[in-house]
């Protein structure tokens, strides 16, 4: 259950460790980095496909994980001391405990169909229609008031989601929710998507069935 590089020699991971480390500045207490420029920002992409995940990392962000790998790694960055921070973050991460989190969203049914729920991929997904149960209402508004990207609020048709997960971290709880609420309207798609847009309107979506803008 490690992280490992991939076997390829079109790989080079000690070229771009290499760059990371020249923009890579101690910090006074010796807990962590801080890094010049833009290099780690530009090195992320790459770093993640030279990299092997395990399975039980599939909900952990694996850019997060390599920064923090990058700016705690106690040597100098190379192919192996990187390796084994970035398997002691994802060992931290994964060592938390498990906690039941709800996420709220909403998707493109029609709010007056009563769909009830579904379990998915261990993701139970509840349909409420119109509106998420009252108790959720003040704390989600709040999240929305206090949002820091301005985002548009969904359309008044859309029905109202709650996927409950269980999971170590809020944002391990959005990743798994929401890739169980796409693969469940996936498959509804297949049925609804009347046709593969060729031609016509650019601006209409080609899905009949959508996820809604908010998550909280």
């Known amino acids: 259950m490690a992280v490992k590089w991939k076997k390829s020699d079109r ?63 106690p040597d100098d960055l190379t192919k192996e001391s990187f390796l084994r921070e970035l398997n002691r973050q994802l060992t931290a991460e994964l060592s938390q405990r498990n906690k039941e989190f709800h996420v709220l969203t909403s998707v493109s049914f029609d709010k007056q169909l009563d769909l009830g729920s579904i379990t998915v991929d261990k993701v139970h997904i509840r349909f409420f229609g119109r509106s998420h149960p009252r108790k959720y209402l003040s704390h989600r508004a709040a999240l929305v008031q206090d949002k820091r ?23 391990h709880a959005i990743s798994s929710a929401l890739r169980a609420i796409d693969l469940h309207r996936a498959l509804c798609c297949l049925l609804c ?24």
């Open 193 to 216: 998507n009347s046709q593969m847009e060729i031609v016509g309107d650019s601006w209409i979506p080609i899905n009949s069935i959508r996820v809604g803008a908010i998550h909280t």
């Open 149 to 171: 990207i301005p985002v548009r609020k969904d359309a008044p048709s859309y029905n109202q989601v709650i996927a409950t997960v269980t999971a170590k971290k809020p944002e």
């Open 11 to 73: 790989f080079k991971p000690e070229l771009i460790l290499k760059r990371v480390a020249a923009t890579r500045t101690r910090k006074p207490d010796g807990i962590g980095s801080s890094f010049a420029g833009f290099e780690l920002d530009y090195s992320l992409s790459s770093l993640i496909s030279m990299l092997e995940f395990p399975a039980a990392a599939r909900d952990v962000d694996p850019a997060i994980l390599i920064r923090k790998a990058a700016a705690h790694d």
